[in-house]
């Protein structure tokens, strides 16, 4: 089975991602890489499987990563679809994907469920895996554009894609599973948490997350009631305990052992950094 599908994967320093999540690329007609100049053998890895490597560097704003490759590339699949190096495409999935896209109804872009796996485990509770446009028709979806930050964060963090045209869910998760550990996840999330911190303060000062981006909306799809209820969120007192009882105990991550405990306070600790460093900002 080979498809129509040019498969994008951002990278920095994931030589312990990276073998699996192109391991399970194998129907992909075109598999490309890009790199931000790492310094482990992540270059060497992707080669060795036969993906493209491009390097990328970043000179600030619009565009980042992963909208640079669409910008730069030239993809002649139908297909784009968008993954993250600690991510891996199930056999299941690529069967739903073969299916749908040989449907003569076909949508022009898919939601796509990340499974979020952690410590081991696949959870089931919890709520810490999400939808995304992940799967679209080449030349139909873009990033959104949102408020410049001085994070200097190279690669889309919560961005998300915004359709020309229509968008269906694919029912498979993929498997999202990062194995460099709890350090390097708590260190990317600090980063996550200064950029966070601009765009948030950004908002309440404009209004706006940026003149091309996704709507709040609550009756929207996945990404519109996403940001919806962030955008309530961020202006309540206690958000991070009300994060840790959302993911804890209203979506019932307890039922996940300590794993899902240790997954709660990290949530509660990223929105409280985020909190800390909008304080830093103001003052």
Same mark, same amino acid.
């Given at each position: 089975?080979?498809?129509?599908?040019?498969?994008?994967?951002?990278?920095?320093?994931?030589?312990?991602?990276?073998?699996?999540?192109?391991?399970?690329?194998?129907?992909?007609?075109?598999?490309?890489?890009?790199?931000?100049?790492?310094?482990?053998?992540?270059?060497?890895?992707?080669?060795?499987?036969?993906?493209?490597?491009?390097?990328?560097?970043?000179?600030?704003?619009?565009?980042?990563?992963?909208?640079?490759?669409?910008?730069?590339?030239?993809?002649?699949?139908?297909?784009?679809?968008?993954?993250?190096?600690?991510?891996?495409?199930?056999?299941?999935?690529?069967?739903?994907?073969?299916?749908?896209?040989?449907?003569?109804?076909?949508?022009?872009?898919?939601?796509?469920?990340?499974?979020?796996?952690?410590?081991? !485990?696949?959870?089931? /509770? &919890?709520?810490? +895996?999400? %939808? #995304?446009? $992940?799967?679209?028709? =080449?030349?139909?979806?873009?990033?959104?554009?949102?408020?410049?930050?001085?994070?200097?964060?190279?690669?889309?963090?919560?961005?998300?894609?915004?359709?020309?045209?229509?968008?269906?869910?694919?029912?498979?998760?993929?498997?999202?599973?990062?194995?460099?550990?709890?350090?390097?996840?708590?260190?990317?999330?600090?980063?996550?948490?200064?950029?966070?911190?601009?765009?948030?303060?950004?908002?309440? !000062?404009?209004?706006? /997350? &940026?003149?091309? +981006?996704? %709507? #709040?909306? $609550?009756?929207?799809? =996945?990404?519109?009631?996403?940001?919806?209820?962030?955008?309530?969120?961020?202006?309540?007192?206690?958000?991070?305990?009300?994060?840790?009882?959302?993911?804890?105990?209203?979506?019932?991550?307890?039922?996940?052992?300590?794993?899902?405990?240790?997954?709660?306070?990290?949530?509660?600790?990223?929105?409280?950094?985020?909190?800390?460093?909008?304080?830093?900002?103001?003052?």
């Amino acid at each position: 089975m080979t498809l129509p599908i040019t498969v994008l994967i951002a990278a920095k320093n994931e030589e312990a991602n990276l073998p699996r999540c192109l391991e399970s690329l194998s129907p992909a007609e075109r598999v490309v890489v890009i790199d931000s100049h790492s310094t482990d053998t992540t270059s060497q890895i992707a080669e060795e499987h036969g993906a493209e490597i491009l390097q990328f560097d970043y000179s600030g704003g619009y565009p980042k990563k992963r909208q640079w490759a669409l910008n730069s590339l030239d993809i002649k699949t139908n297909w784009v679809f968008l993954l993250d190096a600690d991510e891996a495409v199930p056999d299941e999935l690529w069967e739903e994907i073969d299916t749908t896209l040989a449907a003569p109804d076909s949508e022009d872009a898919y939601f796509i469920t990340k499974g979020f796996h952690f410590l081991g !485990q696949e959870f089931q /509770y &919890g709520g810490f +895996s999400h %939808e #995304a446009v $992940l799967l679209f028709r =080449t030349g139909h979806a873009q990033f959104e554009r949102l408020i410049d930050d001085p994070s200097g964060l190279d690669m889309e963090v919560h961005e998300r894609l915004i359709v020309d045209g229509t968008a269906g869910a694919l029912d498979t998760p993929l498997i999202h599973e990062d194995f460099k550990g709890l350090e390097s996840y708590i260190e990317r999330h600090n980063r996550y948490s200064t950029w966070e911190a601009h765009l948030r303060r950004a908002y309440l !000062q404009a209004d706006t /997350y &940026g003149s091309d +981006s996704v %709507e #709040a909306n $609550l009756f929207g799809n =996945t990404q519109e009631r996403r940001r919806f209820l962030k955008k309530i969120a961020i202006q309540v007192p206690f958000e991070p305990l009300l994060w840790f009882l959302y993911h804890y105990f209203f979506r019932l991550g307890f039922l996940e052992g300590r794993p899902g405990l240790i997954a709660s306070q990290i949530r509660r600790h990223y929105i409280a950094h985020v909190r800390a460093k909008m304080y830093e900002l103001r003052h």
